[in-house]
């Protein structure tokens, strides 16, 4: 049975961190892009960062370059989100997606993702 499980949310102050983890059970992350996804009031889900399949290639949100960093621990077939000095507009809850498709990059786009997780929430407030 194909499942993806977030974990790592929470209430943090601005300024704070935390770091995310989407475990995969039933599919080998290492073999398909893998994207984190946000949703909050008044969007639709925007792309917070992804990593291509079997690779290192990145991508982030604008918002989100320096303060954010994705990886994989193929062992633990487990991709992470490190996110530093958190704003208040980074509030919302945090999915993530397997894109079964792409091979050579990953997309920021929730519509080419094929498998979410349940979310995790993230609050940044004072």
């Known amino acids: 049975q194909l499942q993806l499980v977030e974990s790592g949310g929470g209430l943090v102050q601005p300024g704070g961190s935390l770091k995310l983890s989407c475990a995969a059970s039933?599919?080998?992350?290492?073999?398909?892009?893998i994207g984190w996804f946000r949703h909050a009031p008044g969007n639709d889900g925007e792309g917070v960062s992804c990593?291509?399949?079997?690779?290192?290639?990145?991508a982030y949100r604008n918002s989100m370059k320096g303060r954010a960093t994705i990886s994989r621990d193929s062992g633990k077939n487990t991709v992470y989100l490190q996110m530093n000095n958190l704003k208040p507009e980074d509030t919302g809850v945090y999915y993530c997606?397997?894109?079964?498709?792409?091979?050579?990059?990953?997309?920021?786009?929730?519509?080419?993702?094929?498998?979410w997780g349940q979310g995790t929430q993230v609050t940044v407030s004072a």
């Open positions: 997606a397997v894109d079964f498709g792409t091979q050579t990059m990953c997309s920021l786009t929730p519509l080419g993702y094929h498998f």
């Open positions: 039933g599919l080998a992350l290492d073999s398909y892009a």
């Open positions: 990593i291509r399949a079997s690779g290192t290639g990145t």
